[in-house]
């Protein structure tokens, strides 16, 4: 059987089970034949130069016709894009978030939105919907966030219905013209950047809460509602949502990231406190991912599928909420240390003595200084502890006088701690402040924000290492931990227009994210992947899971639209 015929069978395969049998035939036709030349194989050089029997390429020639004529019916054959290669909405330029990429300006390819798309959302959202560029630049940079991309949204819509969010999809995936979803822009690795431009979905003006359960302890929300609204909501029904991010996030981005905030060493993190949600996905469907009940094992977690998925999966437009009860009683406690060692060593060992902390958190000197640039105060500037107990006004003494002994044993002093209300407000503005307050030190600087986590154990080591790096740097550093979960934070502060500034700050970023994952840690505990932690994700998962989420990806979006270039590292394929 010759080539032609070979050729013919791969040709008159109709689908792609037939293909791979065919053409593993062929290959295994033309090995065998490679084999028995191999046989024939001249000994001697002058049998080599003298044969004319012998031909190598009567041997090579069919067997490479026959793989790359495989290749070749295969693409045509298929009518999709092959998966190891990005679509039009992934260049091959894309190299943002690839191996060992430092580039944090994010390339893409844009398409020209077609008039036709521009139409239907205008007939969709009315007057809610814009194409001002200023409107459009701001909402293409994160506010809080270093990283940039080369385009920017061609249309900023605001939808005010689950409904219109369906309708504004479905318009976008029959035109594959890419989507993006936005919050409260308090995100930091990219994940609101429109590389490739298209449609900025932005959620603001869906911030109702739909149904409150008071006796069932849960509530019903669109994804617009910001977590300090909504407890402002909640407070004389003597109820709180516990997770606290940045202030300005809402709900809806919390899912998409999968935060948590100083409240999560108590509380758990968002996967742990959403019941349901409802979801558009990319063909504009609404899907319901569970019931309102506490617990339940009917099917998939589809809920925990999208709660991280950072918009690469579906539109979140509606948040069941576990609450918690206000506690009775509080107090705040702060104490300083000679080394950031000794203050992460008691944050371990007050976990360790089953004490139920609420917060457990960590400045380091320089954090501390920058609050006193900002804020006129005088703290000592050492490495600080904060503290959080609650429960009855016993229970909250009892934890306090256990933890101050715990702080004893590892050379702390100037134990306090604060009862009053505005006393321990007060205290804990310092600590919510900290990234402006780092600002104060170099006005002019962006800040590149490390986030990493690893098994409390570890998280002493982590941070003393990490700390003799930072401080041997030429640039501005601080340490902020929520110490009680073995989550780490550093504000790195840099220009971004002195090329040497990025690259020390990239450095520093990356010693400490492998860092972290030499100590069984995680490239991020609560920021999120986005663009800027993408390079990492094969190193601390492996390509068998990066290969699992994009065939979930591609599932779900065959036609790529939903927040492009985001999460799944472009080199990724299956």
């Given at each position: 059987?010759?080539?032609?015929?070979?050729?013919?069978?791969?040709?008159?395969?109709?689908?792609?089970?037939?293909?791979?049998?065919?053409?593993?035939?062929?290959?295994?036709?033309?090995?065998?034949?490679?084999?028995?030349?191999?046989?024939?194989?001249?000994?001697?050089?002058?049998?080599?130069?003298?044969?004319?029997?012998?031909?190598?390429?009567?041997?090579?020639?069919?067997?490479?016709?026959?793989?790359?004529?495989?290749?070749?019916?295969?693409?045509?054959?298929?009518?999709?894009?092959?998966?190891?290669?990005?679509?039009?909405?992934?260049?091959?330029?894309?190299?943002?978030?690839?191996?060992?990429?430092?580039?944090?300006?994010?390339?893409?390819?844009?398409?020209?939105?077609?008039?036709?798309?521009?139409?239907?959302?205008?007939?969709?959202?009315?007057?809610?919907?814009?194409?001002?560029?200023?409107?459009?630049?701001?909402?293409?940079?994160?506010?809080?966030?270093?990283?940039?991309?080369?385009?920017?949204?061609?249309?900023?819509?605001?939808?005010?219905?689950?409904?219109?969010?369906?309708?504004?999809?479905?318009?976008?995936?029959?035109?594959?013209?890419?989507?993006?979803?936005?919050?409260?822009?308090?995100?930091?690795?990219?994940?609101?950047?429109?590389?490739?431009?298209?449609?900025?979905?932005?959620?603001?003006?869906?911030?109702?809460?739909?149904?409150?359960?008071?006796?069932?302890?849960?509530?019903?929300?669109?994804?617009?509602?910001?977590?300090?609204?909504?407890?402002?909501?909640?407070?004389?029904?003597?109820?709180?949502?516990?997770?606290?991010?940045?202030?300005?996030?809402?709900?809806?981005?919390?899912?998409?990231?999968?935060?948590?905030?100083?409240?999560?060493?108590?509380?758990?993190?968002?996967?742990?406190?959403?019941?349901?949600?409802?979801?558009?996905?990319?063909?504009?469907?609404?899907?319901?991912?569970?019931?309102?009940?506490?617990?339940?094992?009917?099917?998939?977690?589809?809920?925990?599928?999208?709660?991280?998925?950072?918009?690469?999966?579906?539109?979140?437009?509606?948040?069941?909420?576990?609450?918690?009860?206000?506690?009775?009683?509080?107090?705040?406690?702060?104490?300083?240390?000679?080394?950031?060692?000794?203050?992460?060593?008691?944050?371990?060992?007050?976990?360790?003595?089953?004490?139920?902390?609420?917060?457990?958190?960590?400045?380091?000197?320089?954090?501390?200084?920058?609050?006193?640039?900002?804020?006129?105060?005088?703290?000592?500037?050492?490495?600080?502890?904060?503290?959080?107990?609650?429960?009855?006004?016993?229970?909250?003494?009892?934890?306090?006088?256990?933890?101050?002994?715990?702080?004893?044993?590892?050379?702390?002093?100037?134990?306090?701690?604060?009862?009053?209300?505005?006393?321990?407000?007060?205290?804990?503005?310092?600590?919510?402040?900290?990234?402006?307050?780092?600002?104060?030190?170099?006005?002019?600087?962006?800040?590149?924000?490390?986030?990493?986590?690893?098994?409390?154990?570890?998280?002493?080591?982590?941070?003393?290492?990490?700390?003799?790096?930072?401080?041997?740097?030429?640039?501005?550093?601080?340490?902020?931990?929520?110490?009680?979960?073995?989550?780490?934070?550093?504000?790195?502060?840099?220009?971004?227009?002195?090329?040497?500034?990025?690259?020390?700050?990239?450095?520093?970023?990356?010693?400490?994210?492998?860092?972290?994952?030499?100590?069984?840690?995680?490239?991020?505990?609560?920021?999120?992947?986005?663009?800027?932690?993408?390079?990492?994700?094969?190193?601390?998962?492996?390509?068998?899971?990066?290969?699992?989420?994009?065939?979930?990806?591609?599932?779900?979006?065959?036609?790529?639209?939903m927040n492009p270039g985001k999460l799944i590292p472009p080199h990724v394929c299956f």
């Amino acid at each position: 059987m010759g080539f032609s015929f070979w050729l013919a069978r791969l040709r008159s395969c109709s689908n792609k089970s037939a293909f791979s049998n065919a053409f593993r035939d062929s290959f295994y036709h033309y090995k065998s034949q490679l084999n028995t030349c191999q046989k024939n194989l001249p000994s001697t050089i002058a049998e080599k130069t003298n044969s004319h029997a012998f031909s190598w390429s009567s041997c090579l020639l069919p067997l490479a016709f026959a793989v790359s004529a495989g290749s070749l019916t295969f693409q045509s054959h298929n009518n999709h894009p092959s998966l190891c290669e990005p679509s039009n909405l992934d260049s091959r330029k894309v190299t943002i978030g690839g191996k060992a990429s430092t580039e944090f300006v994010v390339k893409g390819t844009h398409k020209e939105v077609p008039q036709e798309l521009i139409d239907e959302l205008k007939a969709i959202c009315q007057d809610n919907m814009t194409l001002d560029y200023d409107e459009r630049f701001y909402h293409g940079k994160p506010q809080n966030s270093f990283h940039k991309a080369v385009n920017i949204p061609d249309v900023v819509v605001f939808p005010r219905s689950q409904e219109e969010v369906s309708q504004i999809v479905k318009s976008c995936n029959k035109h594959k013209v890419p989507i993006v979803p936005y919050g409260g822009a308090t995100s930091i690795e990219g994940h609101t950047l429109s590389p490739n431009g298209g449609v900025c979905i932005d959620m603001t003006l869906m911030k109702r809460v739909k149904a409150l359960h008071i006796r069932d302890m849960d509530v019903v929300v669109e994804p617009g509602i910001g977590w300090m609204e909504l407890n402002e909501y909640l407070e004389p029904y003597g109820l709180f949502f516990p997770l606290d991010p940045g202030p300005g996030a809402t709900i809806g981005g919390m899912c998409a990231t999968r935060c948590s905030g100083s409240l999560a060493v108590r509380y758990g993190t968002m996967r742990d406190n959403v019941i349901s949600l409802k979801v558009v996905l990319a063909n504009g469907d609404i899907v319901k991912t569970a019931s309102r009940a506490r617990k339940s094992a009917a099917g998939y977690d589809l809920t925990r599928l999208m709660i991280g998925s950072e918009g690469t999966l579906g539109v979140v437009t509606e948040v069941t909420l576990r609450l918690q009860k206000i506690p009775e009683h509080s107090v705040v406690a702060m104490c300083n240390f000679p080394t950031i060692k000794d203050a992460a060593d008691v944050a371990i060992d007050t976990m360790m003595s089953g004490i139920q902390v609420s917060r457990v958190e960590l400045l380091d000197e320089v954090q501390v200084r920058a609050i006193n640039i900002a804020n006129g105060k005088n703290l000592p500037e050492v490495p600080t502890l904060m503290f959080e107990f609650i429960g009855t006004e016993a229970y909250s003494h009892e934890q306090t006088q256990i933890v101050q002994r715990i702080v004893s044993e590892h050379n702390g002093s100037d134990f306090v701690f604060a009862e009053d209300p505005e006393a321990k407000k007060e205290l804990w503005k310092i600590r919510k402040e900290a990234l402006w307050a780092c600002f104060a030190m170099e006005p002019n600087f962006e800040a590149m924000i490390s986030d990493v986590c690893v098994p409390l154990s570890n998280l002493a080591e982590l941070i003393s290492r990490s700390k003799q790096e930072l401080d041997a740097s030429s640039l501005v550093c601080t340490v902020i931990a929520h110490a009680g979960d073995g989550n780490f934070h550093t504000v790195i502060l840099f220009d971004p227009n002195e090329e040497e500034h990025r690259r020390e700050a990239e450095r520093l970023n990356q010693f400490m994210v492998y860092t972290a994952l030499s100590m069984e840690g995680t490239c991020t505990g609560e920021h999120g992947v986005g663009t800027g932690k993408m390079k990492y994700l094969e190193k601390e998962l492996g390509i068998e899971a990066l290969q699992m989420m994009k065939q979930i990806k591609t599932a779900l979006d065959p036609n790529n639209i939903m927040n492009p270039g985001k999460l799944i590292p472009p080199h990724v394929c299956f």
